[in-house]
């Protein structure tokens, strides 16, 4: 093999003579550690090895302690996937990637990640019960989701200033984690990144960040002090739900948003200071929560909410329901603005407040509008093109050579897709079949070597679609 090759797969040996006469502990190719066959409780990676391959280590239960070159730069997915009795290991300063699951129920008990490091995979340190202690550097650019999820003893996380997102469910189920500083420049805190932590006592809230996710927060029970910087616009569902120890929050006047459960189960005992005729005031009207006024801000807010804001986009689905929040006995009137495009209907009354539903008919943008009284509240639905075809990556076929495409009608109207090719000489059309809302569609090779052309659908008032380009080979 040419030392050019600078990565291949983890098997590429599995099977050859080299692989069954290999008689040492360590297969290194390259500088890659492809696998250890060994059983010593300490291991030395010797100088030179670059990479450890994927489940170059798994499942290896007499491994203690394992010493990590200096040059090494990347470890592998699962390298050291269920090593149930490793606890110690020191990351060298040239590592730069460690892949998915490649810690998960290990017994590690600190994790000091090198200043360098740019990628953490998912779930890279999961189950790790003995992790006590775990520090991320700035340099960590691609942070995967569930990275110390259910790590039980875990207590203290130290987050240099200069990442800026804690994916989700990054600390979820960290039970003992009570020690956590989240630096200024963080702008995201993704689904469940601290749920189920239940000794947090505080939280630091980063002054950029711009939404409090659902289920951020869940299940902290002990977490009694949080500070919203003023650029929260959104609290959502769910994110302090079951704190029980949270007793008062202030609502800065930038919340335009905050979810009907997003407190829940602590509703009546919770005191929320904010400022009148904003969400804050608003949540308190419909929640049971206190209200204690900090002032007035501009004019009154309708006597009604709505679960959705700002723009819902349809993306591959046909219908959305919403939910209208009010004490009216009335059922809402609603409008869109644009009915060709997006319909909207009344769907029923619920305990929790009146459903409506809108239904995608075209590719279109529409003003959803709500009316209870003289107070309206609008969000906007946008509709991409209506039809979805399992095809979109371009493909030679060979003269004379067939191929079908499955196209999707994702609108609710009952049209069905034209079908058609960008030139009639290069491939023939023909309509097969319909079956629920995929219609299938043939092409034909009729045309000659380095023919090529576009396949495109199209729906009544829209314009057509390409999908992909086809050549004949």
Not at 47 to 73: H, M, S, W
Not at 133 to 159: H, M, R, W, Y
Not at 458 to 473: D, F, L, Q
Request: hydrophobic letters at 35%; aromatic letters at 10%.
């Amino acid at each position: 093999m040419s030392p050019s090759v600078t990565d291949f797969g983890t098997s590429i040996f599995e099977g050859t003579p080299w692989d069954q006469n290999f008689a040492g502990d360590m297969m290194i190719f390259n500088g890659v550690l492809l696998s250890y066959r060994g059983n010593a409780a300490s291991v030395v990676i010797p100088d030179g090895v670059t990479k450890i391959a994927a489940a170059a280590f798994k499942n290896n239960t007499a491994l203690t302690q394992v010493t990590l070159p200096e040059g090494l730069r990347s470890i592998g997915d699962e390298a050291f996937f269920q090593c149930s009795n490793l606890t110690g290991i020191t990351f060298p300063s040239s590592l730069q990637s460690i892949g998915k699951q490649a810690f998960i129920r290990t017994k590690v008990t600190e994790a000091a990640l090198p200043d360098g490091l740019i990628h953490l995979g998912d779930y890279a340190f999961s189950f790790c019960s003995s992790l006590q202690k775990v520090s991320l550097p700035a340099s960590l650019a691609e942070f995967g989701t569930n990275t110390f999820f259910d790590c039980e003893n875990l207590t203290t996380a130290f987050i240099e200033d200069g990442i800026r997102s804690i994916p989700l469910a990054t600390f979820e189920s960290c039970t003992h984690l009570d020690g956590v500083i989240l630096p200024d420049s963080i702008t995201e805190i993704g689904n469940a990144a601290f749920n189920g932590c239940e000794s947090l006592t505080e939280i630091h809230i980063p002054n950029q960040l711009t939404e409090i996710q659902s289920s951020a927060f869940a299940d902290c029970k002990k977490l009694a002090n949080v500070t919203l910087p003023e650029t929260v616009t959104k609290i959502d569902s769910l994110a302090f739900y079951n704190c029980y120890t949270f007793d008062t929050i202030t609502i800065p006047k930038g919340i335009a948003f905050i979810d009907s459960s997003a407190f829940q189960n602590i509703e009546s005992r919770l005191t929320v200071r904010g400022y009148e005729n904003t969400a804050a005031q608003y949540y308190t009207n419909n929640s049971g929560a206190k209200f204690v006024s900090l002032g007035v801000v501009g004019t009154p807010l309708p006597k009604f909410s709505l679960d959705t804001y700002g723009t819902y986009d349809f993306g591959s689905g046909k219908t959305y329901c919403y939910m209208v929040w009010t004490s009216s006995s009335t059922v809402p009137k609603v409008s869109s603005s644009n009915p060709a495009a997006v319909s909207v209907s009344f769907e029923k009354k619920t305990p929790a407040g009146y459903l409506f539903r809108i239904n995608r008919l075209a590719q279109g943008t529409s003003k959803i509008t709500t009316t209870v009284g003289s107070d309206s509240i609008s969000f906007t639905a946008q509709a991409g093109p209506s039809v979805q075809s399992d095809t979109t990556m371009s493909f030679a076929l060979k003269k004379g050579a067939t191929y079908t495409f499955r196209m999707t009608a994702l609108s609710a109207s009952t049209a069905v897709p034209q079908f058609s090719v960008g030139n009639g000489s290069v491939f023939q059309t023909q309509y097969v079949k319909k079956s629920g809302n995929d219609y299938y569609f043939k092409i034909t090779a009729t045309g000659n070597s380095g023919d090529e052309t576009g396949i495109y659908t199209t729906m009544p008032g829209e314009n057509a679609v390409r999908h992909c380009i086809v050549k004949i080979a």
